[in-house]
Nanobody, 122 residues
Framework: QLQASGGGLVQAGGSLRLSCAAS????????MAWFRQAPGKEREFVAR????????YYADAVKGRFTISRDNAKNTVYLQMNSLKPEDTAVYHC?????????????????WGQGTLVTVSS
């Protein structure tokens, strides 16, 4: 089970940190990712991280502004979001890849959190 939190309302240029706590599995062996879905749009990939945190990958839209990280001792993955823009407004979902696909599409991931809403005002 994945539980995302940390969303909220922030002004453009501001920052938020999202958290995703995992329970009921061996979190330290999962590749993890964040996706987002804006109103009326398809779910899109944001960032992913390997089980050890040694490899990271970001969508071009967030590169240089967002940072994905994880703490395996706390079974938690994070998304630090800086320099937020109105176009970052979306529901953010964390996802777990149990098979090591390390992909950027939603079907590469086996478990999903319920999402947390991020709203960036201009």
């Amino acid at each position: 089970q994945l539980q995302a939190s940390g969303g909220g309302l922030v002004q453009a240029g501001g920052s938020l940190r999202l958290s995703c706590a995992a329970s009921g599995g061996t979190f330290s062996t999962y590749f993890m990712a964040w996706f987002r879905q804006a109103p009326g749009k398809e779910r899109e990939f944001v960032a992913r991280i390997t089980w050890s945190g040694s490899r990271l990958y970001y969508a071009d839209a967030v590169k240089g502004r967002f940072t994905i990280s994880r703490d395996n001792a706390k079974n938690t993955v994070y998304l630090q979001m800086n320099s937020l823009k109105p176009e970052d407004t979306a529901v953010y979902h964390c996802a777990a890849d149990l098979k090591g696909r390390y992909g950027s599409t939603w079907w590469d991931y086996d478990y999903w959190g319920q999402g947390t809403l991020v709203t960036v005002s201009s």
